[in-house]
C-alpha cells in the first residue's frame, strides 16, 4: 500500500506519457480490427474463416492504464462474439449460424409424354438405359398410366435412383436398400450433404447413383370397373383377345379351384399380349401372387385384364403399352409350376372367365 502510493507519486508523470502512448497504439489497433470485421461480416460465410486469422497481437500495455485495459477486453468480446458463430463445439447442435443442411440442388430434364411414347423409347431418346428412367420416376413402377400423353417424367443425368427422404432415413439405411456405398451418395454433389452431418431433409431427394430398382413393386392390378371409373387408360382394348401362345395342348383346364387355362410350351416359347393394353406389372409376383413367378398383367382398359404367369422371360416394362399380338415374354416353369407351360388368365372387373370362353379355335389335352 504505502510502496504503491510511493511509486505513484514518484513516477506519475512518466504513466501519463505512457497512457497517452497506449492509447493511441489502442486506437489504431482497434480501426484495423474495426474495418477488417466490418467488410467481412457482409458475407457470413467467408466471415467464418477470416475471423479466425484476424491479427490476434493486440498490444498489452502496462497493467496500470485500466482505462486502455477496458477498451482491449471491450475489442476481445466483439471479437469472441464472431468467434461463437463459427465454433461447433461451442454452439447448441441445430445453431443456424453454425450449419445450415442445404437441400439438393438438382436440375432434372424432364420429358412430357407424347402419343406413342413407351418406356424403351424414351430412354433411347435421352441415352439413358430403361432402369434409370424407372429408377427417376418410381411411381413408374405403381401407377402404369404415368405413360399416359401428357405426363412428365424426370430425366436423370446419371444412371441410378430417385430417392425421396422419409424422416428417419439415415444415409447408411439408404445405401442398404439399394446396395450403393454411402460414399456414392455423398459424392455426389447436386445432392448438397455437407461435411460433418451430411444431414437428411425428409421429402427432399436424392439421387442414388449407381442403383437400379431391380425390382418393380408390386401393386395389385385394378381394373376400371374396380377404380370407381375415374381412371382413364391411354388405350383401351378391342374386346376380343388372340391366343397368348402357339401351343393348344392344355395340361389344365379351367375349374373352380384352378380360374385359367395352363397351355404346355417348351421353355422359352414367345408369350404375346391378348389383347391391347397397358403393362400394369412386369416382375417376379410377390406377396399372394408368389405362385405365379415371373408374371405379366396387362390392364386392357375396358375392365379386362390379362395375366401371363410362370415365364422365363419378362420382355415389357411397367407402364409399357402393348398391341394385340406383340411379343411380350417367353414361357417357363418359374414360381410354383410343375413344367414348362403359360397360366393364362383373363379378369373382366376382377372375376376369372373361363378364357376359353373368349378364346377362339380348337384345344385339346395334353394327358
Ligand atoms: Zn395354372
Known amino acids: 500500500m504505502e510502496n504503491e502510493r510511493t511509486f505513484g507519486q514518484r513516477y506519475g508523470g512518466q504513466m501519463v506519457l505512457l497512457a497517452v502512448v497506449a492509447l493511441l497504439l489502442l486506437g489504431s489497433q482497434l480501426g484495423r480490427i474495426g474495418l477488417f470485421a466490418g467488410t467481412e461480416v457482409t458475407d457470413t460465410v467467408a466471415a467464418d474463416t477470416a475471423v479466425t486469422t484476424l491479427p490476434t497481437p493486440i498490444p498489452q500495455p502496462e497493467q496500470e492504464i485500466t482505462a486502455a485495459d477496458t477498451a482491449v477486453t471491450q475489442a476481445n468480446i466483439s471479437l469472441a462474439a464472431l468467434h461463437v458463430i463459427s465454433d461447433d463445439?461451442?454452439?447448441?447442435?441445430?445453431?443456424?449460424?453454425?450449419?445450415?443442411?442445404?437441400?439438393?440442388?438438382h436440375h432434372f430434364q424432364t420429358h412430357v409424354v407424347t402419343g406413342n411414347d413407351t418406356p424403351g423409347t424414351i430412354a433411347e431418346q435421352y441415352g439413358i438405359s430403361t432402369d434409370t428412367l424407372i429408377g427417376?420416376?418410381?411411381?413408374?413402377?405403381?401407377?402404369?398410366?404415368?405413360?399416359?400423353?401428357?405426363?412428365?417424367?424426370?430425366?436423370?443425368?446419371?444412371?441410378?435412383?430417385?430417392?425421396?427422404?422419409?424422416?428417419?432415413d439415415t444415409l447408411e439405411a439408404i445405401a442398404d436398400i439399394y446396395d450403393v456405398s454411402v460414399e456414392d451418395i455423398i459424392n455426389y454433389e447436386p445432392n448438397n450433404l455437407e461435411y460433418p452431418f451430411f444431414r437428411l431433409i425428409p421429402e427432399t431427394q436424392l439421387v442414388i447413383p449407381g442403383a437400379s430398382i431391380g425390382q418393380f413393386y408390386f401393386k395389385a392390378p385394378k381394373s376400371v370397373g374396380n377404380s370407381g371409373g375415374e381412371q382413364k387408360w391411354a388405350v383401351v382394348g378391342t374386346g376380343t383377345f388372340v391366343w397368348p401362345v402357339n401351343g393348344r395342348c392344355l395340361t389344365q383346364f379351367y375349374h373352380g379351384f384352378h380360374p385359367a387355362i395352363d397351355v404346355s410350351m417348351?421353355?422359352?416359347?414367345?408369350?404375346?399380349?391378348a389383347d391391347t393394353g397397358t403393362v400394369t406389372y412386369a416382375s417376379y409376383a410377390a406377396g399372394t401372387y408368389y405362385d405365379y413367378g415371373n408374371l405379366i398383367v396387362v390392364n386392357h382398359g375396358n375392365g379386362y385384364e390379362t395375366f401371363y404367369a410362370h415365364l422365363s422371360g419378362i420382355n415389357v416394362y411397367p407402364g409399357q403399352i402393348v398391341n394385340q399380338g406383340d411379343l411380350i415374354g417367353a414361357t417357363g416353369n418359374t414360381g410354383r409350376s410343375s413344367g414348362p407351360h403359360l397360366h393364362f388368365e383373363i379378369r373382366l372387373n376382377d372375376f376369372r372367365l373361363n378364357p376359353l370362353d373368349r378364346l377362339s379355335g380348337p384345344v385339346k389335352s395334353c394327358n
Open 136 to 168: 427417376g420416376n418410381p411411381n413408374l413402377n405403381r401407377e402404369a398410366n404415368l405413360l399416359q400423353t401428357g405426363a412428365e417424367l424426370v430425366i436423370l443425368p446419371v444412371d441410378g435412383v430417385l430417392h425421396t427422404v422419409k424422416p428417419g
Open 89 to 105: 463445439s461451442l454452439a447448441p447442435l441445430p445453431n443456424p449460424h453454425t450449419y445450415t443442411a442445404q437441400p439438393p440442388s
Open 266 to 273: 417348351a421353355e422359352g416359347s414367345p408369350v404375346y399380349a
